[in-house]
């Protein structure tokens, strides 16, 4: 098989609105470390796929299809088999459509969607120079454990889900996939990736800074040993932050902090920690393999779904308000999600979330992209019964739908389970999570 890299910048100007934390008004004053486009196009002779890793924090279904379709008509590439993977730093503008709803509009100019798609054209002439470096390649697979994330769903003394707080005793996955490419004939590297998973929030929720954030940190210092391009895909962030140092402490819990860390400090700690990893795994590498089969399979993935409050409890809601918060700026959280609730009501019921899930894979390593930040089980549960020996999960692929929860995070309720009800009129059930990845190991079945 043939595989090719290139690497794009895509730092947008200063002044623009930076995404993440639902902080409004955070406008970018400078730049910390540039934002890149890394594509690594694949050819077997017969069919062509493509991963871009955007250091983006996510791209919506609309965005998705219009880079899918710009890089079709410059390449040929059949947009189905484009993935468009961010490292979600939330230290990048708000590159998408959607609104968060119930909240104070995060980039009300629309200047972030601006931006990305001013970026398309640079993306997709990025993945046609990958084509144009397309090599006969030898590549060499490792995977072990890296403490780049940590469980970020820490409890209190009373078993509450409460804030970001760090519990390195709970589950998440720490595995770390690495793969080096090499030209066949001679020799020389070609192109890295790096696969494991942890929230690119290191810089924190006050930085104004651009920023690729610690995944940028630690792609500079393996470049320092390896001159290539390195591409990084996130797995499962839903549940996982960045290990930090930074300590948070408050009346009813206290530890490190997996949401944020406290700007460059924490991006370099987490970023060298990461590099450390990955280096380890590539400084030990020695068996090269050239069987590297490229195989796709694209299905559409169905999630149930439902209206996260009935109408006697939108109307019971609505009606704790004042008659006069319709009317105010910023209406109550509540009052707004009841409202669209009721809204939703008087439509044709949409019982299931659908979405397109093109799996790809070369050689023994496959992807299965998701447009949600998905939680450790999944990721863990796909590596255990995939049939390809790296079954790697990727979060906030082709779509951006916020959080994908497992059932026990439902049952203990916190931020995630509660902020889908901001993103659409719908939320998904308990069991989607488990629905979509039965789902998805069929499909690498077929695949494999």
Not at 408 to 415: E, I, K, N
Request: charge should be negative.
């Amino acid at each position: 098989m043939k595989i090719g890299f290139s690497v794009v910048d895509i730092t947008p100007e200063t002044g623009i609105y930076l995404t993440g934390y639902g902080m409004p008004e955070r406008l970018a004053t400078g730049v910390h470390s540039p934002l890149t486009a890394t594509a690594m196009v694949m050819n077997d002779g017969e069919k062509n796929a493509v991963v871009i890793s955007l250091d983006w924090c996510f791209v919506d279904w609309e965005l998705t299809k219009d880079i899918r379709r710009a890089i079709f008509e410059k390449t040929g590439i059949p947009e189905q088999n484009i993935l468009l993977s961010c490292t979600h730093t939330h230290s990048a503008p708000h590159t998408t459509y959607m609104r968060t709803l119930g909240r104070v509009a995060v980039d009300p100019e629309n200047k972030g969607v601006e931006y990305a798609k001013k970026s398309i054209p640079a993306l997709a002439e990025a993945v046609a120079e990958a084509q144009k470096n397309l090599r006969e390649t030898v590549a060499c697979f490792a995977a072990g454990k890296t403490e780049t994330g940590v469980s970020r769903r820490g409890m209190d003394k009373n078993g509450v889900v409460n804030g970001f707080i760090a519990d390195p005793d709970a589950i998440y996955d720490s595995n770390m996939t690495v793969v080096r490419f090499k030209d066949n004939e001679t020799k020389e590297d070609i192109g890295i990736f790096i696969h494991c998973s942890a929230h690119n929030t290191a810089m924190g929720s006050f930085n104004r800074e651009i920023s690729s954030d610690w995944c940028g940190v630690m792609r500079k210092r393996v470049g320092k040993y390896y001159d290539v391009p390195i591409i990084f895909i996130n797995g499962a962030i839903g549940d996982v932050g960045p290990r930090t140092n930074y300590w948070i402490s408050r009346e009813e819990q206290f530890g490190y902090s997996a949401g944020v860390g406290d700007g460059p400090s924490s991006v370099e700690e987490v970023g060298y920690r990461a590099a450390t990893d990955a280096l380890t795994l590539l400084q030990n590498m020695r068996d090269f393999r050239s069987d590297l089969p490229l195989r796709t399979n694209t299905a559409t993935i169905e999630m149930p779904q439902e209206i996260p409050y009935s109408e006697a409890e939108a109307e019971a809601i609505m009606k704790k308000y004042d008659s006069t918060a319709e009317n105010t700026v910023e209406p109550p959280l509540g009052y707004q999600l009841a409202k669209i609730a009721l809204q939703t009501w008087k439509q044709p019921l949409q019982p299931t979330f659908s979405f397109e899930q093109t799996v790809i894979s070369f050689g023994p390593l496959a992807i299965a992209p998701f447009p949600f930040e998905m939680f450790s089980v999944f990721s863990l549960r796909l590596r255990k019964f995939g049939p390809f020996q790296y079954t790697l999960l990727s979060s906030n692929t082709n779509g951006r739908n916020a959080y994908c929860p497992d059932r026990g995070a439902f049952a203990c309720g916190g931020y995630e389970p509660e902020c889908l009800k901001c993103i659409r009129p719908y939320v998904i059930k308990p069991e989607a999570g488990d629905l979509a990845v039965v789902q998805t190991l069929e499909s690498l079945e077929k695949m494999k």
